[in-house]
């Protein structure tokens, strides 16, 4: 049985025992999942075209177990000379950015849910048995573990020294980043059907905007978690909760004082941080994953069927559209100066053009799913694989 027969299954299982119950979108393979049109669709297949680009693996490691089909936020974290990964059973490790060497690796028994995030001296870490974790960065060696109410699959947020750390049953909480001990906390409402998402806050000065799974976007201050503003993006619509669902699964993308969202059913908009007045919305683009920006006021985004888009950041309008993934299960896009990448259900990272959106090449990482949004630093592009596979690989012209 395939990794996305698995996934179908146990979300089809998790249905049928409660009306009250948490949905994790699998990749493309939502819109099929809970539309009796689409459910029979395939993932495109890879066709030949005139290849532009050509990749070097410049090295690839395959340590731990990965995520092992689970439903994970696992993501590589960089700093310095450094590239460090974690695995579902709770193995970390730091690898030399250059040569895929491990320069240490630590085993904390815990299931590691969302991390590893970098922060100056420390990496943060949390578990689906609702811990947190503060380790040193260049050792490994544990500093501070919390209990919090849940799991958590967000990746937590650091600004000075609050850690926010957002939580499975709707909780925001901001522990100190050095201790780990609880300074605040504030709970949100919930509907009793949702997607199982891991969206970050984003913190604009001393305001923590979060996008919720009713639908809203809800600002909070930093400091004490007081309540600051909140705007409705997504509406419930329809009989049944899961034409109800109005999820912002993916973390809101913050550019100056604009907030940029993504909906699982309701389009994209566009926010003013400052009092939550919505200054555009693309009602025609869904996406579970979130929006990724570059520095020319583009925005990308892959939605809920694998086809990829450049939208103006001004108003939400479309310059392209490329569905020759359609259905491939594609990561968050990662952008270069040229170039947009993306990883697919197969374990194929895929190069396309910023200007018109043609594909550009493509190479084989793995066998398994490339879930994680890929690393570009530099000439280099880093990716994780969910079987563990962690690969540096540089493009290069023909």
Known sequence: MTIFMRRVLAVCFIVSLSACATLKPIGDAVGGLFSDSDNAEPPA???EYQAELKFEIVWDESDGEGLDEQLLNLVPAIANDKIIIADYEGLILAKRLTDGETIWEVETDLPISAGPVISQNLLFVATSKAQVLALNVETGEAVWKQRVSSEVLALPV???????????DGKEIALNRST???IWSVAELTPALSIRGDGAP???GETVIIGSANGKLTALNLSDGAY???TSIATPRGRSEIDRLTDINGTPLLIGSTVYVSTYKSGLASVSTVDG????????ISSEHGLTAD???????????SDLWKLDQDNGRSYWKQSALHRRQLSMPAVSDDYVFVGDFEGYLHCLSKTDGRLLGRVEITDEPIIA????IDDMVYVYASDGTLAAVKVLLF
Not at 373 to 376: H, V
């Open 277 to 284: 007045d919505i200054l555009w919305r693309n009602e025609g």
């Open 295 to 305: 520095d020319y006021s583009y925005l990308y985004v892959t939605d809920s069927v």
């Open 180 to 182: 780990g001990e609880e």
């Open 202 to 204: 984003v913190v604009d």
């Open 373 to 376: 949004k890929p690393i570009i």
């Open 228 to 230: 600051l503003w909140d």
């Open 158 to 168: 650091i600004v000075g020294e609050i850690l926010l750390v957002r939580t499975a």
């Open 45 to 47: 297949e890879l066709t």
